[in-house]
C-alpha cells in the first residue's frame, strides 16, 4: 500500500549547523511532497512544498529537492536556530484535489544553542 | 489569513459515549478531511470528504465514525460509541484544489 518512510528520527544539531532530513514514497503516482513543522501540542504548520514538475525549491534557510527517480524526497535546514526546534514530517499525496496526504513518521529535531 | 477553526479544543468523555467534533473549514474550500494523531505518532488520514458525500475513508474510519456537513459551513466528525484506543488529536482540513492543506488547531479527545 502507500508508504512514506522517513529518516532519521531524532536528529541534534549546533546551532548554526545544517539538518537534513530525508523521506521516501512507495506510490509512484505521488506529485505532492509537502513538510510539516509540528510544534508540542500545535498543529503540523506547512513550511514548504514541491510538485512533482519540480526539482529543487527553496525559502529562505530551507529547501526541498525531490528526486522521482528514486522516490525520494528531502527537506535542508541551513543555519539552524533553537526555534527550529519540533517535530517534521514529510508527506505525499497523489493528484486530484480529494486524494490525502499520507504522512512520515517524523523527526524530531533539537537545535542546540 | 483565513484559518480552520474546530470545536472543543479539548473533549474528555467516557469509554461507550458519543463524541461530535466540529469543524469549520475556510470558505471557498471544497475538499474536506479529518486526520488523527495519537500522542507522539504520525498523523493518519481518516476519510476525505467532497461534494457532501466521502471520498475515500481508511481502514480506522469503521462503522463507529461519521462525517457530515449538515449547514454548508460546518463539518462535524462523530464517533458513536468511543473506545479507548480513540484517545488521540484530531485534526480537521481543508483544501481547495491546487492549493495546500490548511489544518485546523485540532481537538484533542481523551476517552476514560
Known amino acids: 500500500g502507500e508508504n512514506v518512510e522517513q529518516h532519521p528520527s531524532t536528529l541534534s544539531v549546533q546551532e548554526g549547523d545544517s539538518a537534513v532530513i530525508k523521506c521516501t514514497y512507495s506510490d509512484s503516482a505521488s506529485n505532492y511532497f509537502p513538510w510539516y513543522k509540528q510544534e508540542l501540542g500545535k498543529r503540523p504548520q506547512l513550511i514548504i512544498d514541491?510538485?512533482?514538475?519540480?526539482g529543487e525549491k527553496k525559502d529562505q534557510r530551507i529547501a526541498v529537492t525531490l528526486n522521482k527517480t528514486a522516490k525520494h524526497f528531502s527537506l535542508h535546514i541551513t543555519e539552524t536556530q533553537p526555534e527550529d526546534s519540533a517535530v517534521y514530517f514529510c508527506?505525499?499525496?497523489?493528484?486530484?484535489?480529494?486524494?490525502?496526504?499520507?504522512f512520515g513518521a517524523g523527526t524530531r529535531l533539537a537545535v542546540h544553542p | 489569513e483565513p484559518e480552520v477553526t474546530q470545536t472543543p479544543s479539548h473533549q474528555v468523555t467516557q469509554m461507550g459515549q458519543e463524541v461530535i467534533l466540529r469543524c469549520v473549514p475556510i470558505?471557498?474550500?471544497?475538499?474536506f478531511y479529518w486526520y488523527r494523531q495519537i500522542l507522539g505518532q504520525k498523523v493518519e488520514f481518516l476519510v476525505s470528504f467532497y461534494n457532501n458525500e466521502i471520498s475515500e475513508k481508511s481502514e480506522i474510519f469503521d462503522d463507529q465514525f461519521s462525517v457530515e456537513r449538515p449547514d454548508g459551513s460546518n463539518f462535524t466528525l462523530k464517533i458513536r460509541s468511543t473506545k479507548l484506543e480513540d484517545s488521540a488529536m484530531y485534526f480537521c482540513a481543508s483544501l481547495f484544489e491546487g492549493g495546500g492543506y490548511t489544518f485546523g488547531s485540532g481537538t484533542r479527545l481523551t476517552v476514560v
Open positions: 470558505s471557498n474550500h471544497l475538499y
Open positions: 508527506a505525499a499525496s497523489k493528484p486530484g484535489g480529494y486524494n490525502k496526504l499520507i
Open positions: 514541491i510538485r512533482s514538475n519540480v
